[in-house]
């Protein structure tokens, strides 16, 4: 597998990622086996969330704490691994332990110090690779994020930051505040979520040099069985490039111009090789646009 620029950080990683979404409720020797597969294969970045594992009926923070007991497991993993996890959802009480204050969204310094040092708490690390913004939180002013994401790099706590979520105006706005670089964003972005092919998020990262990390680009799982004018287009093209539906959606997001990492979320061993396969797939100009239209876009 080939390697992309993460930013303008100097650290390549390979061109796809793996996502710890759905990563939990497996034991520890399962886990392992997977992050080992994944990294066999090339992918190089982890992406996960302190609030990954919600999903899995796992306690919070159970998908970093499961990855932090592979980690201990098996020490060497730690370094080969370019280290993705975010912050700035808050379900609960606030981390003072009061009730009713939990919202959706914060992003304020006092809170990502707080999930940030947790998340190092629950990865038994000493540094974060990539620490992200998860959503945008539409009541935190962004020169206070800014000055959250400042900090953290300063305490040495972050290597590098990036957002997740973020509209293209978001990132301009957050950009204007903060001291250190902002390197990636991260969308949604698949054959059947095309939005940020024009809403600017991807101009924007070719603009300013962001690596995009697309999250689900299987759309979750729902592009391996759709049905209509994109299954038939994905089932043409995988016939003629002897791949699975798999492999033509993930060649899809990696063609893109933007150099986008997918950031894929299986944890079977057997579909995270058939994933890797996808790196050796080039799609030529007129079969993306083919899945573009199959997808229901209209190209006039
Ligand atoms: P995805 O790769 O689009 O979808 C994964 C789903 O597809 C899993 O349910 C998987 O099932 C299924 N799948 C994969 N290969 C399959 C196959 N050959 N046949 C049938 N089903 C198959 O990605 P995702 O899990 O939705 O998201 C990937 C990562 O993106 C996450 O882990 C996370 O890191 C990131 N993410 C970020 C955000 C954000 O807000 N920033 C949101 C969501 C996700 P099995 O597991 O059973 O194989």
């Given at each position: 597998?080939?390697?992309?620029?993460?930013?303008?950080?100097?650290i390549?990683?390979?061109?796809i990622?793996?996502?710890?979404?759905?990563?939990?409720?497996?034991?520890?020797?399962?886990a392992?086996?997977?992050?080992?597969?994944?990294?066999?294969?090339?992918m190089?970045?982890?992406?996960?969330?302190?609030?990954?594992g919600l999903?899995?009926?796992?306690?919070?923070?159970?998908?970093?704490?499961?990855?932090g007991?592979?980690f201990?497991?098996?020490?060497?993993?730690?370094?080969?691994?370019?280290?993705?996890?975010?912050?700035?959802?808050?379900?609960?009480?606030?981390?003072?332990?009061?009730?009713?204050?939990?919202?959706?969204?914060?992003?304020?310094?006092?809170w990502?110090?707080?999930?940030?040092?947790?998340?190092?708490?629950r990865l038994?690390?000493?540094?974060?690779d990539?620490?992200?913004i998860h959503?945008?939180?539409?009541?935190?002013?962004p020169?206070?994020t800014?000055?959250?994401?400042?900090?953290?790099?300063?305490?040495?706590?972050?290597?590098?930051?990036?957002?997740?979520?973020y509209?293209?105006s978001?990132?301009?706005?957050?950009?204007?505040?903060l001291?250190?670089?902002?390197?990636?964003?991260q969308?949604?972005?698949?054959?059947?979520r095309?939005?940020s092919?024009?809403?600017?998020?991807?101009?924007?990262?070719?603009?300013?040099?962001?690596t995009?990390?697309a999250?689900?680009?299987?759309g979750g799982?729902?592009?391996l069985?759709?049905?209509?004018?994109?299954?038939?287009?994905?089932?043409?093209?995988?016939?003629?490039?002897?791949?699975?539906?798999?492999?033509v959606?993930?060649?899809?997001?990696l063609?893109?111009?933007?150099?986008?990492i997918?950031?894929?979320?299986?944890g079977?061993p057997d579909?995270?090789?058939?994933?890797?396969?996808a790196?050796?797939?080039?799609?030529?100009?007129?079969?993306?646009?083919?899945?573009?239209?199959?997808?229901g876009?209209?190209?006039?």
């Amino acid at each position: 597998m080939q390697k992309r620029a993460l930013g303008k950080t100097g650290i390549d990683v390979g061109e796809i990622a793996f996502g710890c979404w759905r990563f939990g409720g497996v034991d520890v020797a399962t886990a392992q086996e997977r992050i080992e597969t994944a990294l066999e294969t090339g992918m190089t970045l982890v992406d996960t969330a302190d609030v990954y594992g919600l999903d899995n009926n796992c306690p919070w923070g159970g998908a970093e704490a499961l990855l932090g007991d592979v980690f201990a497991a098996a020490p060497a993993l730690r370094d080969q691994i370019v280290l993705a996890t975010k912050g700035g959802i808050h379900l609960g009480p606030d981390h003072q332990g009061r009730e009713g204050l939990g919202v959706p969204y914060e992003t304020s310094p006092d809170w990502i110090t707080h999930a940030c040092e947790e998340s190092l708490r629950r990865l038994k690390v000493d540094v974060i690779d990539l620490y992200q913004i998860h959503r945008p939180d539409f009541l935190e002013h962004p020169a206070s994020t800014a000055r959250a994401l400042s900090g953290l790099v300063a305490s040495g706590k972050v290597k590098h930051v990036g957002v997740s979520n973020y509209t293209a105006s978001q990132v301009s706005a957050l950009r204007a505040h903060l001291d250190v670089p902002l390197q990636t964003v991260q969308p949604e972005f698949s054959v059947s979520r095309l939005d940020s092919i024009d809403d600017g998020v991807l101009d924007q990262a070719m603009e300013l040099g962001l690596t995009p990390l697309a999250w689900s680009p299987l759309g979750g799982g729902s592009v391996l069985s759709a049905a209509g004018a994109l299954g038939a287009q994905l089932d043409l093209l995988a016939s003629a490039h002897s791949t699975s539906r798999t492999g033509v959606a993930l060649a899809f997001v990696l063609a893109h111009p933007a150099r986008i990492i997918p950031i894929i979320g299986t944890g079977r061993p057997d579909r995270i090789r058939e994933a890797a396969e996808a790196a050796d797939i080039t799609l030529t100009k007129a079969e993306c646009y083919s899945l573009i239209a199959a997808s229901g876009r209209k190209l006039p």
